[in-house]
């Protein structure tokens, strides 16, 4: 549960569709808004738009817009966004092998997917040496960022379908970038990532899933919800605080008769309406300065009107087909070590293969950095066809 995020600078927070489009005009489209749909059936994991991207990453990067299944109603569907970057050279035979990168929490607003934002110098940072390894990347946003809609916070249904709905609509559009995908995420993404991995072999069964690298993720089982809404501090300042807030902004999007009035306090109304137009590298710090604490965010009794948000938070299943990389950093302030320690104990009890590191020294950003070489590794292991070294307890 991170308010970490690939961006540039909240100078471009404030860009429109319009500056969008102008922005990505300058190479032509190859397709015009919903034109391609009009003599196929839609359906998730359609791809609708592709742009050229500008970037300084070795090889080429578009901005894609698809089809995607709506988390709250099965028989609609959403428009999500998503960036895909594809190596300089030949591909292999079989087309490049893809990694799903799942971004963290950046914010609920339509401007703050990554996508919008651009690809900047963190970004191409990350992705160069996977480009370099010879995979192609699809990164998607979520529902509700980067294109209108419904923005549902820790939703894993919800991300899970948008991860591998992007690698299909990728795939459809370049069909240089094969249907053999290694998951990935940080913290909100590593949710993604492991909930499209339990939601993979139903919704998407076209895709050959490798395996999952999940940084730093969080876990809201009955434990997790009660140190989210009743820490052990209630009187110091903690990232649930944001968390809060931006639950309860999402749930008031999705869900028209959610009363915030009867969960947060008058302190932290306006700052929740907040919480639905500023981007998360700015909310946080916002929700730092106001001076609110847990036990002063919450009323008595926003437990049950939160249910909705925590219930959707719950993973799909965490008896995982393919072995699964869990980093955890041992300074991690958002997503506690002990939290990823019980996903852990939950994935093994569940039979999933998990290889599990914690990094001492490393924040809940840090992680992702420090996990790098190991995330390789891991990655090479299962590109070969072997099995990564599986950390669970004898069953």
């Not at 401007?111 to 191409?124: H, Y």
């Not at 293969?353 to 490393?362: C, E, I, L, P, Q």
Request: aromatic residues 6%; glycine residues 8%.
């Amino acid at each position: 549960m991170t308010f970490i995020r690939f961006r540039r600078t909240m100078g471009a927070t404030l860009l429109s569709l319009t500056s969008l489009g102008a922005a990505l005009s300058g190479c032509a489209s190859q397709d015009d808004g919903d034109s391609y749909s009009v003599s196929v059936p839609v359906a998730a994991g359609q791809a609708m738009r592709l742009d050229h991207m500008i970037s300084h990453v070795p090889g080429q990067a578009w901005r894609l817009t698809y089809r995607s299944a709506d988390a709250r109603n099965p028989k609609q569907l959403v428009r999500v966004s998503a960036e895909v970057l594809v190596p300089a050279g030949k591909p292999p035979a079989s087309g490049w092998p893809v990694l799903a990168w799942a971004h963290g929490e950046s914010g609920l607003h339509l401007t703050c997917a990554p996508s919008v934002m651009g690809l900047g110098t963190v970004q191409e940072r990350f992705y160069g040496p996977w480009l370099r390894q010879g995979f192609a990347i699809v990164a998607t946003d979520y529902p509700g960022l980067g294109e209108p809609g419904e923005a549902l916070l820790l939703n894993a249904r919800s991300e899970g379908m948008s991860v591998l709905d992007s690698v299909r609509a990728a795939h459809e559009r370049l069909p240089s970038i094969s249907t053999t995908v290694l998951l990935s995420g940080h913290s909100q993404g590593a949710q993604a990532a492991l909930a499209a991995s339990a939601m993979a072999a139903s919704y998407a069964p076209q895709l050959h899933i490798l395996g999952t690298i999940a940084v730093a993720p969080p876990y809201l089982d009955a434990q997790g919800v009660q140190d989210l809404l009743h820490p052990r501090n209630p009187h110091n300042f903690s990232p649930a605080v944001p968390e809060l807030l931006s639950l309860g902004a999402s749930l008031a999007q999705a869900d028209p008769s959610f009363d915030a009035n009867a969960v947060f306090t008058n302190r932290a109304l306006a700052l929740m309406h907040d919480a639905g137009s500023t981007c998360s590298s700015d909310f946080f710090p916002m929700a730092h300065r106001s001076g609110l604490t847990p036990a002063t965010t919450l009323k008595p009794g926003a437990d049950a009107a939160l249910a909705p948000a925590l219930k959707w938070a719950e993973y799909p299943s965490l008896s995982l087909s393919t072995p699964v990389m869990i980093a955890t950093g041992a300074q991690d302030l958002h997503s506690s070590p002990t939290e990823q320690h019980r996903l852990v104990n939950a994935l093994c009890a569940a039979g999933t293969s998990v290889s599990h590191t914690t990094y001492g020294g490393a924040s809940h950003s840090g992680t992702l950095a420090a996990v790098t070489t190991d995330a390789h590794g891991f990655a090479r292991t299962l590109l070969a066809g072997q099995k990564p070294a599986n950390n669970c307890p004898a069953q």
